[in-house]
T-cell receptor
Framework: DTEVTQTPKHLVMGMTNKKSLKCEQH?????MYWYKQKAKKPPELMFV???????INESVPSRFSPECPNSSLLNLHLHALQPEDSALYLC???????????????FGAGTRLSVL | RKEVEQDPGPFNVPEGATVAFNCTYS??????FFWYRQDCRKEPKLLMS???SGNEDGRFTAQLNRASQYISLLIRDSKLSDSATYLC?????????????FGKGTKLSVKP
């Protein structure tokens, strides 16, 4: 079982709704990531937090808003999404760079999002 | 040219077969390399890291050729449970963390 926990597992929302995806890890990792994965495609990086600070935003639309309240939690706030945003949203965590073995990213089970 | 390229398959093989996956990457400065496995509608899970010296874990052997920018995964004695999509993943270092670049994945289907 993954040590990165994501909630909810499934989410259906309308285009006017506001919702949040949550991710939690207790492995002491200080880097956390949001990925988006469409069917039959590889995961695409959205955001990276390193030591609770946003370090990478891969030109993601502002309707996706990440938040890192502390070193164990990562949220993704959703507002005014479009149907094409329907996808599997994956959270991952890793140690910051300190040797190859510690750079491994561990993924949560994901939130399967449908936007109607 | 895509950063990480792999044959999408599908590879349909009988139980007990040996199957090899290949992957190439374009950024010669890439530092770390991995094979992840992803089952249908599940998250990617690390299968193994890949080192220049080659590494083996049971039925799985991974090789890295930095000169050719080529990564391989060999699965011996395939099991039904090996059926999944295998993602070749390259890590490029940026700031204080590494950024994963995924290949599109190679689908393996092991038949009885």
């Amino acid at each position: 079982d993954t040590e990165v926990t994501q909630t909810p597992k499934h989410l259906v929302m309308g285009m006017t709704n506001k919702k949040s995806l949550k991710c939690e890890q207790h492995m002491g990792h200080r880097a956390m990531y949001w990925y988006k994965q469409k069917a039959k495609k590889p995961p695409e990086l959205m955001f990276v937090y390193s030591y609770e600070k946003l370090s990478i935003n891969e030109s993601v639309p502002s309707r996706f808003s990440p938040e890192c309240p502390n070193s164990s939690l990562l949220n993704l706030h959703l507002h005014a999404l479009q149907p094409e945003d329907s996808a599997l949203y994956l959270c991952a965590s890793s140690q910051p760079l300190a040797g190859v073995a510690k750079n491994i990213q561990y993924f949560g089970a994901g939130t399967r999002l449908s936007v109607l | 040219r895509k950063e990480v390229e792999q044959d999408p398959g599908p590879f349909n093989v009988p139980e007990g077969a040996t199957v090899a996956f290949n992957c190439t990457y374009s950024n010669s400065a890439s530092q770390s390399f991995f094979w992840y496995r992803q089952d249908c509608r599940k998250e990617p899970k690390l299968l193994m890291s890949v080192y220049s010296s080659g590494n083996e874990d049971g039925r799985f052997t991974a090789q890295l050729n930095r000169a050719s920018q080529y990564i391989s995964l060999l699965i011996r004695d395939s099991k039904l449970s090996d059926s999944a999509t295998y993602l070749c993943v390259v890590m490029n270092y940026g700031g204080s963390q590494g950024n994963l670049i995924f290949g599109k994945g190679t689908k393996l289907s092991v038949k009885p």
